[in-house]
């Protein structure tokens, strides 16, 4: 239901942007009165607004399309709802666009198009160039770097909720494996102090049973006392071995290396292996001996098959364990069957480790993959430290997202800035060319005469016309037949608030009336 009235809002919000900027391209064309502007503009807005949601990219290429109307005379104004259209449309596709890539790509063809149609097809040449170069930059591109960096700020936004909801989760599972520590203490407590009563009842039982002066029916007792008791022992195993959840029922608290390597083998890994734990303290052998222990269960989990080789070296100051995989191709048909791994063994591991005073390394190695640990004799716990835990997915996402709104920010504001120097700096260098190629002398405009040959009066001209030129001043066209006029500098300065022009007009090929006018102070 809320997704239905979303859907409705979407639609009328779509249509009242329509009406909005229909409303504009009518208002704007009233004075020119051009029909083909009206129609124009009304089919960029209906384009554009129609496919925004659902083809970001075309909406944006319908409304770029829509400023290549700028350089032509629609009764001499620049097409304002052109702007309007194409800020709106702008930001919308970098707000939708999934890729910034085809916006650029249709942003560019239209660059490439429009500054050369403005600049030789426009009536006012170097004005158009610069209306169109003005609002691709100011119109187009920065809406929608814009729309770009609101989007990536709102996946930013979201990818922290994500992030949150990973910290509730692993808040968690950190009060579950909490409880399941304390669990394990209580079995190991059971274990070790009934499980001693136990054994001794048997033992006690036994000696009883062999005892001399005892009828058959005491013997019997006591041979039953001693039953009970090792059945008990065996249950108490049974009991420990539901209250823990987390692991199979308690094995021995020092493990023997060499018997572990033993059972790994039987079960089908292929092991290399070096063993030397000699005079080694009960904490850190204990220690060595769940790293080899984890790594093996790594192996045998994610990449059976694969050749294992275990070292393990002691000096008189420390103990050196490493457990190395070789590169492995993975079966056809996916990983073992089994509980998914969460990495919950390697952070119990590192917490082992780290209590023993030592510091352990996991990750890949030449293709595979290795678990190594470097455990000092005699040394101190050592402290927690945030290097230790391994970034999570979501921490490395957020990461990211926030480094893609930095920089989305930096190219809303950068580029834009930086592309209109660029234009500025090479649309000044073609207004000073043409601006110094353009210039009449005053001693050749003074000695040309009404009446001369326009072929008798080009040797004298300058190879280009004056493309800026004042735009109030100019004297009435000669009332004759085909006349043309050309246009050139008076020669006066650039920085000069006299901004003069000399006007040739030809009909016939002769020359036919010859001015100067200006704007400005004279």
Not at 145 to 169: C, D, I, Q
Not at 220 to 225: N, Y
Not at 235 to 256: C, F, N, T
């Amino acid at each position: 239901m809320r997704e239905v009235t979303k859907r409705k809002w979407r639609v009328v919000l779509d249509v009242a942007l329509g009406l909005f900027l229909a409303f504009v391209v009518a208002t704007g064309t009233v004075e020119s009165g051009s029909y083909w502007e009206l129609a124009g503009g009304l089919a960029v807005v209906t384009g554009s607004v129609a496919t925004a949601r659902r083809y970001p990219v075309v909406s944006l290429g319908i409304a770029l399309a829509g400023a290549l109307a700028v350089p032509f005379p629609y009764g001499n104004h620049v097409p304002v709802w052109v702007v309007f259209v194409l800020v709106a449309m702008a930001y919308q596709a970098g707000l939708r666009m999934d890729r910034a890539r085809p916006g650029v790509l249709i942003g560019v063809a239209v660059t490439v198009l429009g500054l050369p149609l403005a600049l030789f097809a426009g009536p006012d040449g170097l004005g158009d160039w610069a209306a169109m170069v003005a609002i691709l930059v100011f119109a187009g591109l920065s809406p929608w770097l814009l729309g770009r960096y609101v989007r990536v700020r709102g996946e930013l936004a979201r990818t922290g909720w994500r992030r949150a909801e990973e910290m509730e989760s692993r808040q968690w599972l950190v009060a579950e494996q909490a409880r399941l520590r304390e669990r394990a203490r209580i079995a190991s407590d059971m274990h070790d102090s009934l499980g001693h009563e136990l054994s001794l009842i048997a033992v006690r039982a036994a000696a009883l049973e062999v005892a001399g002066g005892l009828g058959d029916t005491q013997r019997d007792a006591a041979a039953q006392l001693r039953t009970s008791a090792a059945a008990a022992t065996e249950r108490l195993r049974e009991i420990i071995g539901v209250l823990r959840e987390d692991a199979a029922p308690v094995e021995p608290v020092q493990g023997d290396l060499g018997e572990l390597i033993v059972r790994a083998r039987a079960s089908g890994l292929l092991i290399e292996s070096t063993v030397d734990t000699a005079e080694v303290p009960p904490m850190v052998a204990r220690a060595a001996y769940r790293v080899v222990q984890e790594g093996l269960t790594n192996v045998a989990k994610h990449a059976p098959g694969a050749a294992v080789t275990v070292r393990v070296t002691s000096t008189g100051a420390r103990t050196d364990v490493s457990v190395v995989n070789a590169a492995w191709d993975k079966p056809p048909a996916g990983p073992l069957p089994g509980v998914a791994s969460g990495h919950v063994g390697l952070i119990g591991l590192r917490e082992r480790v780290r209590l023993a005073g030592g510091t352990l390394r996991a990750g890949p190695h030449e293709g595979g993959f290795a678990v190594t640990a470097t455990l000092p004799h005699g040394a101190a716990p050592v402290a927690a430290s945030d290097d230790d835990v391994e970034l999570s997915t979501s921490a490395r996402a957020l990461e990211l997202a926030r480094r893609d709104v930095r920089r989305s920010l930096i190219q809303a504001v950068a580029v834009p800035l930086a592309l209109f120097g660029v234009v500025l700096a090479a649309g000044g260098i073609v207004f000073l060319y043409e601006w110094n190629f353009s210039e009449l002398p005053g001693a050749v405009y003074d000695g040309l005469r009404i009446g001369q040959s326009r072929t008798e009066v080009a040797p004298r001209l300058p190879e280009r016309q004056r493309i800026a030129r004042p735009v109030r001043g100019e004297p009435p066209l000669p009332p004759v037949p085909g006349v043309a006029c050309e246009y050139y500098g008076t020669g006066r300065s650039w920085l000069d608030s006299d901004y003069a022009a000399y006007r040739l007009c030809f009909a016939d090929g002769k020359l036919v009336a010859k001015d100067r006018f200006a704007e400005g102070a004279s």
